[in-house]
């Protein structure tokens, strides 16, 4: 299941923009996987389904959080093994 989450490199960006600790908004996480919102949603609930993210509402907006800071971890250990290169970033 994991593998097929880390799969596509939207997901992968959001999940790189997470490892700071922080939480973000799906607009802002959107934004950093170079995608449009309905897209980053389709994303992130996937992400979440797979336990790879917490969401945690806050009034009318939803906030993303890595769901256990073993994940960073294991993305930390998987770049180094991976060509980053290859990873598209968006302009």
């Given at each position: ?22 939480a ?47 994940i ?20």
């Open positions: 299941m994991v593998a097929s989450l880390l799969a596509d490199s939207s997901r992968v960006r959001i999940l790189y923009k997470l490892l700071d600790g922080n973000y908004s799906a607009s802002e996480l959107a934004l950093a996987a170079g995608t449009a919102a309905s897209t980053a949603s389709t994303h992130l609930s996937k992400l979440v389904a797979g336990g790879l993210l917490h969401v945690e509402p806050r009034g009318r907006h939803r906030f993303y959080r890595l769901a256990q800071p073993e960073a971890d294991f993305l930390d250990w998987a770049s180094a093994i991976v060509d980053e290169s290859r990873i598209p970033v968006p302009s």
